[in-house]
């Protein structure tokens, strides 16, 4: 072949991957110019997703006035209680819509939670309606608590929005990282701005119906303002970790003074004033129309973070679009300029660069083995191969060093998590496992058991033995321990002798059943001792149950179960013990928004 057509044919197969080179690096561009889109589109959801919970939340005044109102409800108030309902109303079917016909996963998981929400506000706009047609007296009666519960369940109603708030603002943060501060912070003050509402409807009874604050508003207002103290601090904490927006900065002074300073204050006085004995000094419309405008300044800050991330956002789409038209044209313009030098340049300097881009792009692509041929040249070509074979070896060096590096942080992961005796969790892993284990359990409400079991007179097994046969009697203990107990529970050697287990979906009945098929196997099992002469070993269990939301200290918890070990002990071991059966005023600590 004539070398000017071998020539002509190398330029085209190398131009066109030149092309396939900047179409892929378009392509790419283009891609990120989408992912920012659909970041602002998520940002946009999660907007309509707070207000949600913003008009829902609103809607508890209006339902408020209403059950509170005359026999028969005011026009005004059923004027009022009418428009909130439809202005949430909107609100659900705007952002329903927005999301309609979406096949992400974190689209159809929003649907579900804002789905959710809807059919309980639903539920509770019933009780509501139930409860407005009993007579006025009924309702506001001292000792009359029924206005309460639709409430609760309104409260619960945000509970759920937030849900689809986080899981849309997860996804837009995915997409842009560098504004997690300010969707972070929005949607911490979306969270602030409801439980401001909550506890303003803690007063909304007791003024109402002129009574001190009951028991349930003195034990969930400490707990609200400690929750909205909580949440300004994460907010403040937010921004000054990453410098915030002048305008951020202002919103966040504004609700320091009008909320923090004026609001909050407000609220201490009718506590005490509720605590005292009931004179508030004002009816409900009078506490409405000095409390709420306070709030206004959360919503505010929640807007102006919004805005920012917003404005954050648009900025990154157009550096997006903006880095995809330089790029395009730049490769263009490479490719003009290739098409240029490929037709100066000759054979003796194509051939090699062929061979050596493509040993390149293959140690690229991680094929590590292909092999180089070995170079005599002395000039620049010869130097670039001889670079490139460098390179491989570097790399092919750099993968094994990888690998070993993986390898070993694998074990010290594991070793770090293991019991070296046993090969059961350690204490500190099982801490971690059991954090993880009650999460579940507790969003599905489930029962859990802590299971607390110790080796009878183990100390006469290694004076008598040996601490050799000691390892090995706790060696055996765990694998029967292991086997007996279900694959999702939680077992670790809990230091020396001792072992624990948490049992997730398990009432107390069915933990001292386990127990005792724990208890009986170890005593029927047969260990050798050193001077080969048989023995067995007992254990003594504890056993503490409660509902998994109930469950708010694990160390608690712990101590609980521990008391049962012990007083199985003091019962004559080797036997099983209930700490429901204590009977000395060792209750497990509730949660108080469960009790």
Same mark, same amino acid.
């Given at each position: 072949?004539?070398?000017?057509?071998?020539?002509?044919?190398?330029?085209?197969?190398?131009?066109?991957?030149? %092309?396939?080179?900047?179409?892929?690096?378009?392509?790419?561009?283009?891609?990120?110019?989408?992912?920012?889109?659909?970041?602002?589109?998520?940002?946009?959801?999660?907007?309509?997703?707070?207000?949600?919970?913003?008009?829902?939340?609103?809607?508890?005044?209006?339902?408020?006035?209403?059950?509170?109102?005359?026999?028969?409800?005011?026009?005004?108030?059923?004027?009022?209680?009418?428009?909130?309902? #439809?202005?949430?109303?909107?609100?659900?079917?705007?952002?329903? $819509?927005?999301?309609?016909?979406?096949?992400?996963?974190?689209?159809?998981?929003?649907?579900?939670?804002?789905?959710?929400?809807?059919?309980?506000?639903?539920?509770?706009?019933?009780?509501?309606?139930?409860?407005?047609?009993?007579?006025?007296?009924?309702?506001?009666? *001292?000792?009359?608590?029924?206005?309460? &519960?639709?409430?609760?369940?309104?409260?619960? +109603?945000?509970?759920?929005?937030?849900?689809?708030?986080?899981?849309?603002?997860?996804?837009?943060?995915?997409?842009?990282?560098?504004?997690?501060?300010?969707? +972070?912070?929005?949607?911490?003050?979306?969270?602030?701005? &409801?439980?401001?509402?909550?506890?303003? %409807?803690?007063?909304?009874?007791?003024?109402? #119906?002129?009574?001190?604050?009951?028991?349930?508003?003195?034990?969930?207002?400490?707990?609200?303002?400690?929750?909205?103290?909580?949440?300004?601090?994460?907010?403040?904490?937010?921004?000054?970790?990453?410098?915030?927006?002048?305008?951020?900065?202002?919103?966040?002074?504004?609700?320091?003074?009008?909320?923090?300073?004026?609001?909050? *204050?407000?609220?201490?006085?009718?506590?005490?004033?509720?605590?005292?004995?009931?004179?508030?000094?004002? =009816?409900?419309?009078?506490? /409405?129309?000095?409390?709420?405008?306070?709030?206004?300044?959360?919503?505010?800050?929640?807007?102006?973070?919004?805005?920012?991330?917003?404005?954050?956002?648009?900025?990154?789409?157009?550096?997006?679009?903006?880095?995809?038209?330089?790029?395009?044209?730049?490769?263009?313009?490479?490719?003009?300029?290739?098409? %240029?030098?490929?037709?100066?340049?000759?054979?003796?300097?194509?051939? *090699?660069?062929?061979?050596?881009?493509?040993? +390149? /792009?293959?140690? #690229?692509?991680?094929?590590?083995?292909?092999?180089?041929?070995?170079?005599?040249?002395?000039?620049?070509?010869?130097?670039?191969?001889?670079?490139?074979?460098?390179?491989?070896?570097?790399?092919?060096?750099?993968?094994?060093?990888?690998? &070993?590096?993986?390898?070993?942080? &694998?074990?010290?992961?594991?070793?770090?998590?293991?019991?070296?005796?046993? @090969?059961?969790? @350690?204490?500190?892993?099982?801490?971690?496992?059991?954090?993880?284990?009650? #999460?579940?359990?507790?969003? =599905?409400?489930?029962?859990?058991?802590?299971?607390?079991?110790?080796?009878?007179?183990?100390?006469?097994?290694?004076?008598?033995?040996?601490?050799?046969?000691?390892?090995?009697?706790?060696?055996?203990?765990?694998?029967?321990? %292991? $086997?007996?107990?279900?694959?999702?529970?939680?077992?670790?050697?809990?230091?020396?002798?001792?072992?624990?287990?948490?049992?997730? =979906?398990?009432?107390?009945?069915?933990?001292?059943?386990?127990? =005792?098929? +724990?208890?009986?196997?170890?005593?029927?099992?047969?260990?050798?001792?050193?001077?080969?002469?048989?023995?067995? /070993?007992?254990?003594?269990?504890?056993?503490?149950?409660?509902?998994?939301?109930?469950?708010?200290?694990?160390?608690?918890?712990?101590?609980?179960?521990?008391?049962?070990?012990?007083?199985?002990?003091?019962?004559?071991?080797?036997?099983?013990?209930?700490?429901?059966?204590?009977? @000395?005023?060792?209750?497990?600590?509730?949660?108080?928004?469960?009790?």
């Amino acid at each position: 072949m004539r070398l000017t057509r071998l020539f002509l044919l190398t330029t085209c197969v190398l131009l066109t991957l030149v %092309s396939i080179m900047l179409a892929r690096s378009v392509m790419q561009e283009w891609n990120t110019v989408s992912a920012a889109l659909r970041g602002l589109r998520a940002m946009e959801l999660t907007a309509l997703a707070m207000t949600i919970a913003e008009k829902a939340s609103f809607e508890r005044g209006p339902t408020i006035a209403a059950m509170g109102d005359a026999d028969t409800p005011t026009p005004a108030v059923q004027e009022r209680l009418a428009k909130a309902r #439809a202005v949430s109303d909107a609100a659900f079917d705007a952002t329903l $819509k927005a999301l309609a016909n979406s096949s992400r996963d974190e689209h159809r998981a929003a649907i579900a939670q804002i789905e959710k929400a809807q059919a309980e506000l639903a539920q509770a706009r019933e009780k509501v309606s139930r409860i407005i047609a009993l007579p006025h007296a009924e309702r506001t009666a *001292p000792s009359s608590r029924i206005t309460r &519960e639709p409430i609760d369940q309104m409260f619960g +109603v945000i509970d759920i929005a937030l849900e689809a708030v986080t899981i849309l603002s997860a996804d837009a943060e995915r997409v842009y990282p560098d504004l997690t501060q300010p969707l +972070v912070g929005a949607r911490l003050a979306a969270e602030l701005r &409801e439980y401001a509402g909550r506890l303003g %409807s803690q007063f909304t009874t007791p003024i109402g #119906a002129r009574q001190p604050l009951g028991a349930e508003e003195r034990r969930d207002i400490p707990r609200i303002i400690g929750r909205i103290e909580e949440l300004r601090h994460l907010i403040e904490v937010q921004a000054r970790v990453r410098a915030a927006d002048a305008r951020v900065a202002a919103a966040i002074s504004d609700m320091k003074t009008r909320y923090f300073g004026t609001g909050l *204050p407000f609220i201490n006085s009718l506590t005490a004033a509720g605590e005292a004995g009931g004179d508030y000094g004002m =009816n409900l419309p009078e506490f /409405v129309a000095r409390y709420v405008p306070e709030m206004a300044s959360i919503v505010k800050l929640r807007d102006t973070m919004f805005d920012t991330a917003r404005t954050g956002a648009a900025a990154s789409i157009a550096k997006a679009r903006r880095n995809l038209h330089i790029n395009a044209a730049v490769g263009v313009l490479v490719l003009l300029i290739e098409i %240029s030098v490929f037709l100066l340049i000759r054979w003796r300097v194509l051939k *090699p660069l062929l061979t050596s881009t493509s040993a +390149v /792009v293959a140690i #690229a692509a991680g094929k590590l083995d292909t092999p180089l041929r070995v170079t005599t040249r002395t000039d620049e070509i010869g130097d670039m191969q001889r670079a490139i074979s460098d390179l491989r070896h570097t790399s092919a060096d750099k993968r094994r060093l990888e690998r &070993e590096r993986e390898q070993l942080i &694998e074990k010290l992961q594991l070793h770090s998590n293991t019991d070296f005796l046993t @090969n059961l969790l @350690n204490r500190r892993a099982f801490t971690e496992r059991v954090t993880q284990q009650l #999460a579940i359990a507790q969003r =599905n409400n489930w029962p859990v058991a802590l299971i607390m079991f110790d080796l009878d007179h183990f100390k006469q097994v290694n004076d008598l033995h040996g601490h050799a046969v000691g390892d090995t009697v706790l060696t055996e203990v765990a694998v029967i321990a %292991s $086997k007996l107990f279900r694959a999702a529970d939680t077992l670790a050697r809990h230091g020396g002798e001792e072992f624990i287990a948490l049992l997730v =979906n398990c009432g107390e009945a069915d933990a001292e059943a386990f127990s =005792n098929r +724990v208890r009986a196997a170890i005593e029927a099992a047969s260990f050798t001792g050193a001077d080969g002469a048989a023995f067995r /070993v007992t254990a003594s269990f504890g056993v503490a149950a409660a509902t998994a939301a109930d469950v708010t200290d694990i160390n608690a918890f712990t101590r609980l179960a521990d008391q049962a070990l012990y007083r199985a002990k003091a019962e004559g071991r080797n036997r099983v013990f209930r700490a429901s059966m204590l009977g @000395n005023g060792q209750d497990l600590p509730t949660n108080p928004a469960t009790a």
